[in-house]
């Protein structure tokens, strides 16, 4: 009997070990590119992401590029007459270096603290377009969640088409061997977590 339960935990060690191993590379999706309304530029990683918007765009998969906007210390740092260029500015200047023209440009207008509300605002605003389909850049490891957090805030009008840059450094079947790595599962997976709860875990009020 004992032998039958020691075989129990090793099997299920066993599953949880190649769960825990495999988690890098379930983080990762992406899906078949159409042309859309619009091309978006999710806050970080720069400026990878800003870098395959541009060449999304090159290959007309649509006619505009959106950066999203992060909330700043530029207010607070202003009241001390210190200059501050966000990560926006510098997300703009990789766009047009790349070949995009600042006309075809867009920061959105409402400073996101979080991927939740960058997607609520690029879903409104493509509502307000009369927009039905976006494509969204990100990150390797972000894209699950990216997706998972459109499906249950935006549904399927708005469509989503989620795309990772391929300069991105993250190794998903060896996501362990770095910090940095090891940091973004653990974030993304408690983002997910936080998304299947019903976003429970809210940012602070800014």
Not at 10 to 18: E, G, I, M, S
Not at 36 to 61: C, H, N, T
Not at 103 to 122: F, G, K
Not at 156 to 165: A, C, G, K, N, Q
Request: proline share 6%.
């Amino acid at each position: 009997m004992w032998i039958a339960g020691l075989c129990g935990i090793a099997v299920v060690a066993a599953a949880v070990v190649w769960g825990v191993m495999h988690l890098g590379q379930w983080l990762v999706v992406e899906d078949p590119l159409t042309t859309a309304y619009a091309i978006v530029v999710l806050s970080g990683k720069m400026p990878e992401r800003a870098m395959e918007a541009a060449r999304l765009y090159q290959r007309d998969f649509a006619a505009r590029v959106w950066i999203s906007l992060p909330t700043s210390p530029a207010a607070e740092l202003e009241q001390m007459h210190i200059a501050f260029l966000g990560e926006e500015f510098y997300n703009e200047k990789v766009l047009m270096a790349e070949g995009v023209p600042s006309d075809a440009i867009r920061i959105l207008e409402q400073p996101s603290v979080n991927t939740q509300e960058e997607v609520d605002e690029i879903a409104r605003d493509c509502r307000s377009a009369g927009a039905h389909t976006v494509i969204i850049v990100t990150s390797k490891a972000h894209t699950r969640r990216v997706r998972e957090i459109w499906k249950r805030r935006v549904g399927s009008d708005p469509r989503l088409i989620v795309r990772y840059t391929p300069d991105d450094s993250f190794d998903p079947a060896h996501w362990w061997r770095t910090s940095q790595d090891a940091l973004d599962v653990v974030r993304e997976t408690l983002g997910l977590a936080n998304a299947w709860a019903g976003f429970p875990a809210r940012p602070e009020p800014h």
